[in-house]
């Protein structure tokens, strides 16, 4: 079947970007001058997918704003004669059909996901966590529709972790079936290093058979007393199997200032408008210290 919708979460405090993130959602921080939230719009868009559903709850009104008209401000744009800025605030509107559900209490990101079921349906989606934002040449999420198209099941996006870092992440127990592919035999949410089943750790990309909602529905919460996708998906593994693809393409984890810091540099280093003088002064920061 087919994947015509995108689930994307953007339900959480943002607690890791406070105070930057207590009257604005932390999905609308730019990288250079793009809200993070549009990366992964866009990749759902260029890999195919134009239905988004945008999960939110309270105080998110800019990601709806974000991607709504301004007859304002495209008046203004057009009297100053700025065709473009006119074109990439355009842009921004045309860019998905986009539907908002919100999340009244924020119970964990297997919970935030449950919220979209009835906008599902019964039917397999994709879905983003716009923390992780990946470049790459084939969108990320494009190449994970080619897994889900020969296998027929659910498909998780995972990388290569440091034995340290699996206590930010879901680690796979993987049995290799191809080239990137692997069968998920089992899932523990950020576990201990010494109980990581591999060094296989989920990035935020999934294609879901709709079994998954039955399942969030049975989920109790796990780790940090939150409904885990990860526990949702070791409950799906019992009935269906779930495979994990290791994507081409560079992960940049923005749900921490450090992370977020970092990819802002390197976007910033990539834009032919901005590169080279940016280059020129990060070299001159590097003399000076
Ligand atoms: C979530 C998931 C985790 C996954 C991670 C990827 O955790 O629960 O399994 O590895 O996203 O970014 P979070 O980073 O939201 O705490």
Do not use: C
Request: cysteine-free.
């Amino acid at each position: 079947m087919k994947i015509r919708k995108a689930v994307v979460t953007a339900a959480g405090w943002g607690t890791r970007f406070l105070p930057a993130t207590k009257a604005q959602p932390k999905e609308m921080l730019p990288l250079v001058d793009k809200p993070m939230i549009q990366y992964v719009v866009e990749e759902a868009v260029a890999s195919g997918i134009k239905q988004i559903i945008i999960v939110t709850a309270l105080g998110k009104r800019a990601i709806e704003d974000h991607f709504d008209r301004s007859f304002e401000l495209e008046y203004a744009l057009k009297q100053k004669g700025s065709s473009e800025l006119l074109e990439k605030v355009q842009q921004t509107m045309e860019l998905a059909n986009i539907s908002y559900i919100r999340q009244k209490e924020q119970l964990g990101l297997g919970h935030a996901v449950l919220t979209a079921k009835e906008l599902i349906g019964d039917e397999p989606f994709a879905l983003f966590l716009p923390d992780d934002i990946i470049e790459s040449k084939i969108p990320a999420m494009k190449q994970m529709l080619g897994v889900y198209d020969r296998y027929g099941s659910s498909v998780i996006a995972v990388q290569t972790i440091a034995p340290e870092e699996s206590k930010a992440y879901g680690v796979i127990a993987p049995r290799q079936v191809e080239k990137r592919i692997y069968q998920v035999l089992s899932l523990v949410e950020k576990p201990e290093p010494e109980d990581a089943p591999s060094n296989l750790g989920i990035v935020g990309r999934y294609i879901l058979t709709p079994e998954i909602f039955d399942m969030l529905e049975k989920t109790t919460p796990g780790k940090g007393g939150e409904i885990q996708l990860t526990d949702g998906l070791r409950l799906l593994l019992k009935k269906q199997k779930i495979y994990a693809y290791q994507f081409q393409g560079t992960r940049h984890d923005t749900g921490t200032p450090l992370g977020f810091l970092k990819a802002s540099v390197e976007f910033a280093l990539k834009r032919p408008d901005l590169g080279p003088r940016f280059k020129e002064y990060l070299q001159q920061l590097n003399l000076s210290n």
